[in-house]
């Protein structure tokens, strides 16, 4: 599934070593799997801290978890470290954390799941917000929900209309229409508190 190099296993002794921690381990994840903002995380583990949903593999002086949910974004995998000057970099190839883009063939949801997810999270997210899907509907009315810093925002509609919308409609042909189905009366941090400023998109 995942090949962890001999110079990173070592790396990875080193590191435990210093901890000083009966039992730690190490447990590899992937954040936000199967989108362009997917990623890699690894972080200490003692024994209580495991679910027991672990892939586990058995190195050399310690044991390396995989999280359940991401063994299957991690398949032909590999981990190594590169020493230099200033002590090395540690090196994870993953080339199918991302998934891939939904072709045509794909069903209207999904695609519009993944650009929310790939190109509009990602922009929302520099003001706090993001927005989550509720429906498509049978026209290819697209309902949104607006969360975070979107939630209450002055400009949400500015948002909505020549970000969201339009984006959306460029890349799922299908997509008539966008609507926001946010109760914006109840939020609590919005971005911008009056109708003033740019779209967050911007």
Same mark, same amino acid.
């Given at each position: 599934?995942?090949?962890? =190099?001999?110079?990173?296993?070592?790396?990875?002794?080193?590191?435990?070593?210093?901890?000083?921690?009966?039992?730690?381990?190490?447990?590899?994840?992937?954040?936000?799997?199967?989108?362009?903002?997917?990623?890699?995380?690894?972080?200490?583990?003692?024994?209580?801290?495991?679910?027991?949903?672990?892939?586990?593999?058995?190195?050399?002086?310690?044991?390396?978890?995989?999280?359940?949910?991401s063994?299957?974004?991690?398949?032909?995998?590999?981990?190594?470290?590169?020493?230099?000057?200033?002590?090395?970099?540690?090196?994870?190839?993953?080339?199918?954390?991302?998934?891939?883009?939904?072709?045509?063939?794909?069903?209207?949801?999904?695609?519009?799941?993944y650009?929310?997810?790939?190109?509009i999270?990602?922009?929302?997210?520099?003001?706090?917000?993001?927005?989550?899907?509720?429906?498509?509907?049978?026209?290819?009315?697209?309902?949104?929900?607006?969360?975070g810093?979107?939630?209450?925002? @002055?400009?949400?509609?500015?948002?909505?209309?020549?970000?969201?919308?339009?984006?959306?409609?460029?890349?799922?042909?299908?997509?008539?229409?966008?609507?926001?189905?946010?109760?914006?009366?109840? @939020? =609590?941090?919005?971005?911008? =508190?009056?109708?003033?400023?740019? =779209?967050?998109?911007?």
């Amino acid at each position: 599934m995942i090949d962890i =190099s001999e110079r990173a296993q070592q790396h990875f002794r080193r590191l435990l070593a210093q901890q000083d921690i009966a039992g730690l381990s190490i447990r590899l994840r992937v954040t936000t799997p199967g989108t362009p903002t997917a990623n890699c995380e690894l972080e200490f583990c003692e024994p209580a801290e495991l679910s027991g949903s672990e892939w586990t593999l058995e190195c050399e002086g310690f044991e390396f978890h995989i999280e359940g949910d991401s063994a299957r974004w991690l398949d032909g995998a590999s981990i190594d470290f590169e020493p230099d000057r200033t002590g090395g970099q540690l090196n994870i190839r993953a080339p199918k954390i991302k998934g891939e883009v939904p072709g045509m063939e794909a069903g209207v949801i999904e695609r519009v799941r993944y650009v929310l997810e790939a190109e509009i999270n990602p922009r929302l997210a520099s003001h706090g917000g993001r927005v989550t899907l509720l429906e498509v509907d049978a026209d290819g009315v697209v309902l949104l929900q607006f969360g975070g810093g979107c939630h209450g925002c @002055g400009m949400v509609d500015v948002t909505l209309k020549q970000g969201v919308e339009k984006t959306l409609c460029e890349r799922v042909p299908e997509v008539t229409a966008v609507r926001d189905a946010t109760d914006h009366a109840g @939020g =609590s941090n919005p971005y911008y =508190s009056k109708h003033e400023g740019r =779209s967050a998109l911007d």
